[in-house]
């Protein structure tokens, strides 16, 4: 008798994504006269900058030529990108990162979904709350958890991230093995100091745990005194894997690149307690599960770090930053506490009420998606999560019909 994975009846019914989805949908069949403005899901709506266009034409054509064709890559990703990476991303800011310590994917998600194949199924897990889903689901999906209570999986050990603590949980008293971080924080925006990420990376060598540090955000980061990598902390290398992505730094949420990394120094242990490198790990996991990135969109990733995909990509982020602002100052005006936006493209805006009847208030009434905190964790529970990823044109327009309501 085939057995199912259990498990997957702990979840919640449906993707918060999905669910939010799901709402807009009907909403637009029962109203195809009203226009909807998506500040929901963060899902980048400008144009690639033209030099990674530039990049993947140049790399198409390659294609087209027998002497310049290209079949299977390095599951790994192309040297050219990975030494781009370690270079521009790592190594300008003095973090210690190799390029055959980074592994080319095609999405972040993906990856922080997929690495806690890894690990054992007994370990204390702890994550943010509120938190990007992935982590928690994953966990859940690999029989970590118990069952769901009042928003809460059992077992699972939850960092509040509260108005209190700026959103940027302490490090726990007890120990735990596994600890999801993720700055500038999806969903509130947050950002934490050099301070704050030394005291993680101190708890984790103190327990031997291992932190998953989610930093695919990181080009939003404007002010100069908070660290974009968690190898920009002493230590890090031995109790960290980091996530980045190019879908919101350059606009490849469609052409789908992003990469880990897993330094050769970081580790997990035996039940005897022998320390294992994940690297060889990760590595025989990814060449067993993952063909690559195909050669154009690697090409175009590269151009990333050109001299003018710099400009451009910076250009872009700024534009989106631009949009964070003026969200941000119109919730504001409307007489609500914000928080995000600066470093982040994601406004965390404190409604004191009902997430969801708040969500559906602004969809009914304004015509605007957001994203309903409590569907990220009973702390969101509260707030609601503007997206800054949309035309200048939209979230003026989606903000004018905001403040009227409100
Ligand atoms: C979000 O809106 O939280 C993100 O777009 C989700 C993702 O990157 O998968």
Excluded at 73 to 85: C, K, M, N, V
Excluded at 229 to 239: M, P
Aim: overall charge positive; glycine content about 8%.
């Amino acid at each position: 008798m085939i057995r199912v994975n259990e498990n997957y009846a702990k979840l919640q019914a449906s993707y918060l994504f999905s669910e939010i989805a799901k709402r807009v949908k009907s909403y637009q069949q029962a109203n195809p006269d009203k226009p909807v403005i998506r500040l929901g899901i963060g899902d980048v709506t400008e144009p690639l900058p033209p030099v990674c266009i530039e990049a993947m034409h140049r790399a198409v054509d390659e294609m087209s030529k027998r002497e310049t064709f290209r079949g299977y890559g390095p599951e790994q990703g192309y040297d050219f990108l990975r030494e781009a990476i370690a270079k521009n991303d790592f190594l300008r800011r003095g973090a210690d990162v190799a390029a055959d310590e980074i592994f080319v994917s095609d999405g972040a998600k993906c990856d922080t979904a997929n690495i806690q194949e890894l690990f054992a199924d007994k370990i204390s897990v702890a994550v943010p709350d509120p938190v990007y889903p992935v982590y928690v689901d994953t966990n859940v999906m690999a029989g970590r958890t118990g069952k769901n209570v009042g928003g809460r999986y059992s077992g699972l050990h939850y960092l509040d991230s509260t108005q209190e603590n700026g959103f940027v949980p302490a490090p726990p008293s007890e120990p735990v093995d596994l600890v999801y971080l993720c700055f500038p924080n999806n969903p509130t925006g947050a950002t934490a100091t050099r301070d704050q990420l030394a005291a993680w990376v101190e708890y984790a060598r103190k327990n031997r745990a291992l932190i998953l540090f989610d930093a695919a955000y990181e080009a939003f980061i404007r002010d100069k005194s908070i660290p974009h990598s968690i190898y920009e902390i002493e230590g890090a290398r031995e109790v960290a894997i980091e996530f980045r992505s190019f879908s919101k730094t350059a606009g490849f949420t469609g052409t789908r690149c992003a990469y880990t990394v897993v330094p050769h120094s970081v580790a997990a242990y035996t039940r005897k307690g022998d320390a294992v490198p994940l690297h060889p790990m990760w590595n025989r996991r990814h060449t067993t599960k993952f063909n690559g990135v195909s050669y154009p969109v690697q090409r175009a990733a590269e151009a990333v770090f050109s001299r003018d995909g710099k400009k451009q990509t910076k250009a872009l982020t700024d534009f989106y930053l631009k949009n964070a602002k003026i969200i941000k100052k119109g919730f504001a005006k409307a007489g609500f506490e914000v928080a995000g936006g600066d470093n982040s493209p994601y406004v965390w805006v404190n409604i004191h009420g009902d997430s969801w009847e708040f969500f559906d208030r602004l969809l009914n009434e304004a015509q605007v998606v957001t994203t309903p905190g409590a569907g990220f964790g009973k702390m969101g529970q509260g707030f609601i999560r503007i997206s800054a990823f949309n035309s200048r044109e939209n979230v003026e327009k989606a903000m004018a019909r905001i403040q009227k309501i409100l």
